[in-house]
C-alpha cells in the first residue's frame, strides 16, 4: 500500500470514497451472482459462455466496471493530490480496458448460461475484497485522527 504513505485523507474524502465505494462492492456481488465461478479465477482461460442476465442485460462487463469504481472510491478517499489519483486510476482504466478489449473478442458465438449462484457463495468470494477495502478505509480512517 504504498499510496497510503503518501495520503492526506480528511472526512470529506473518506465519505467520497466511501459513496463511490459502496455500490461498486454491490454491483461486483450482484455480477458474480449471475456469472457464476467462471469470473472468480486468475486463470487466463477464455470465457466458455456468456451471461446475459442480472447486471450483464445491461453491462458488458458490470465486473471491471466495479472494479475501475472500487479503486476510484479507494483513490479518492486516500486525498492524494490529484495528479497522482488521476495517473494511478488511467492506469487502472487502461488495465480493465484491455481485459474487457480482450474479453469482448472471445465473447461472440459462445452459448448464453445463466449460472446464477446463492448469495452465501458470493459473500465467500467476495470476502477477500470486502476485508481488503475495509482496511483500506479503517487505515485512512485512522491516519484523519
Same mark, same amino acid.
Given at each position: 500500500?504504498?499510496?497510503?504513505?503518501?495520503?492526506?485523507?480528511?472526512?470529506?474524502?473518506?465519505?467520497?470514497?466511501?459513496?463511490?465505494? @459502496?455500490?461498486? +462492492?454491490?454491483?461486483? !456481488?450482484? !455480477?458474480?451472482?449471475?456469472?457464476?465461478? /467462471?469470473?472468480?479465477?486468475?486463470?487466463?482461460?477464455?470465457?466458455?459462455?456468456?451471461?446475459?442476465?442480472?447486471?450483464?442485460?445491461?453491462?458488458?462487463?458490470?465486473?471491471?466496471?466495479?472494479?475501475?469504481?472500487?479503486?476510484?472510491?479507494?483513490? @479518492?478517499?486516500?486525498?492524494?493530490?490529484?495528479?497522482?489519483? +488521476? !495517473?494511478?486510476?488511467?492506469?487502472?482504466?487502461?488495465?480493465?480496458?484491455?481485459?474487457?478489449?480482450?474479453?469482448?473478442? /472471445? +465473447?461472440?458465438? +459462445?452459448?448464453?448460461?445463466?449460472?446464477?449462484?446463492?448469495?452465501?457463495?458470493?459473500?465467500?468470494?467476495?470476502?477477500?475484497?470486502?476485508?481488503?477495502?475495509?482496511?483500506?478505509?479503517?487505515?485512512?480512517?485512522?491516519?484523519?485522527?
Amino acid at each position: 500500500m504504498p499510496a497510503l504513505w503518501r495520503a492526506a485523507p480528511s472526512a470529506w474524502t473518506l465519505l467520497w470514497g466511501v459513496l463511490i465505494a @459502496a455500490p461498486a +462492492l454491490l454491483l461486483r !456481488a450482484w !455480477a458474480f451472482a449471475h456469472l457464476g465461478g /467462471q469470473g472468480r479465477t486468475r486463470d487466463p482461460a477464455p470465457p466458455t459462455h456468456r451471461v446475459r442476465s442480472g447486471p450483464y442485460a445491461r453491462l458488458h462487463h458490470p465486473v471491471y466496471l466495479a472494479n475501475v469504481l472500487l479503486a476510484a472510491g479507494m483513490l @479518492a478517499a486516500a486525498g492524494l493530490p490529484r495528479s497522482w489519483a +488521476l !495517473a494511478l486510476l488511467v492506469g487502472v482504466l487502461g488495465f480493465y480496458g484491455l481485459l474487457a478489449w480482450r474479453e469482448s473478442a /472471445q +465473447l461472440p458465438g +459462445l452459448p448464453v448460461a445463466a449460472p446464477r449462484v446463492t448469495w452465501a457463495r458470493v459473500a465467500r468470494w467476495e470476502r477477500s475484497t470486502w476485508i481488503t477495502t475495509a482496511l483500506w478505509f479503517t487505515l485512512l480512517g485512522l491516519r484523519c485522527l
